[in-house]
């Protein structure tokens, strides 16, 4: 069955420490992986998409990994911010060109606080 | 600003009434999303439309619900006898499948609606 399951479901931080969010996914054929977030009750915002090739990739702050080998990404956030606050979600595309075929995870919230 | 728009961005409604979203991609993407999502749940799919033409309907869209893409740009979802099950954020997001782009999908700001 293609899953996809994210740790830890919540986590609650300092502003300026680090965390790192975990994706694991049971998804084959695997096309791409995709890291987005979500502000709260706002649509959801692309951060990195990773295709099978690639191990890690970063954007500002964001870096995520994968290991496709374990079937495993994820989400490390340096020096976190208060507007990091957010649900971030970890999607792995079945296979390529068809996006309707995403297989989402529930996501992990976060909060920063001061 | 020449992201995803969604409109309106919030509405209540009375149980058996329609209600109709509209969704403005991104002019020079030719596909077109529309997911539910409701609280602590990942987005699910409905239906999608490359360029003018509905391409898939989940099982999740009922008969009450209908999509339209009329001229392969805008879209709107209508929804009709709303339901109290039928809150939820309604998105839209839009992608382009052209040779050279990355086929990520962009979302639109939702539409929230909710059900009396």
């Known amino acids: 069955k293609n899953q996809v399951e994210q740790s830890p479901q919540s986590l609650i931080i300092l502003e300026g420490k680090n965390c790192t969010l975990q994706?694991?996914?049971?998804?084959?054929?695997?096309?791409?992986l995709r890291w987005y977030k979500q502000d709260t009750g706002r649509g959801p915002v692309s951060l990195t998409i990773?295709?099978?090739s690639e191990n890690t990739k970063s954007n500002g702050r964001y870096t995520a990994t994968l290991d496709a080998d374990t079937k495993q990404s994820s989400l490390h956030i340096t020096a976190s911010q208060l507007s990091d606050s957010a649900s971030y979600i970890c999607?792995?595309?079945?296979?390529?060109?068809?996006?309707?075929?995403?297989?989402w995870g529930l996501g992990t919230s976060l909060a920063v606080n001061p | 600003d020449t992201g995803v728009s969604q409109d309106p961005r919030h509405k209540i409604t009375k149980r058996g009434q329609n209600v109709t979203f509209r969704c403005d991609p991104i002019?020079?993407?030719?596909?077109l999303y529309w997911y539910r999502q409701t609280l602590g749940q990942g987005p699910e799919f409905l239906t999608y439309?490359?360029?003018?033409?509905?391409?898939?309907k989940s099982r999740l869209l009922s008969d009450r619900f209908s999509a339209e893409r009329p001229k392969g740009s805008f879209s709107t979802l209508e929804i009709q006898r709303t339901e109290q099950g039928d809150s939820a954020m309604y998105l839209c997001?839009?992608?382009?499948?052209?040779?050279?782009?990355?086929?990520?999908?962009?979302f639109g700001e939702g539409s929230r609606l909710t059900v009396l």
């Open positions: 997001a839009s992608s382009s499948n052209r040779v050279g782009t990355t086929g990520e999908l962009f």
């Open positions: 002019s020079e993407h030719n596909r």
């Open positions: 439309f490359q360029n003018e033409a509905q391409l898939e």
């Open positions: 994706c694991n996914y049971t998804v084959s054929p695997f096309s791409n």
């Open positions: 990773m295709t099978f």
């Open positions: 999607v792995v595309i079945l296979n390529a060109g068809n996006n309707r075929k995403l297989i």
